[in-house]
């Protein structure tokens, strides 16, 4: 209900202040302000201040649009950039894969040395690239 009021007077406020608004001061001295003038009682017209003039829009490419178009361009280039490394991983990964279920005689380099990998070892090495591939490409 609260709400609906708040929009209903922020709705009406404009045409409020397109009104006259009157002052006067009543037998005790005290000071009055109103949209109706005092029966029987003369009251001043207050002028009220004009709406203010609508701003200039800024023009594509200065003040805060630039910046913000700067900012824009800048993080659609990094996105792209994290794609493309996205898409370099995928690929080595699914050659991974290929090599890894192909050829059941894989060996590695470990300190120097080839060692052959254990077929329990290669089985570890295709749940994991399964696992990298299912978690980061599509």
Known sequence: ??????ILLIGLSPWCMAGQIYKWVDAQGVTHFDAQPPQGQSATTLQTPPSPAPRPT??????????????????????????????????????????LQNNPRLREETEGELRRLSDTQRQERIAETQKQIAENCQ
């Open 1 to 6: 209900m609260r709400t609906l009021l708040v």
């Open 58 to 99: 800024a023009m594509p490419g200065s003040g805060a649009l630039g910046d913000q178009k700067a900012i824009d361009d800048k993080v659609r280039k990094q996105v792209a950039e994290q794609q493309a490394q996205l898409k370099t991983f995928c690929e080595q990964a699914r050659t991974n894969l290929a090599q």
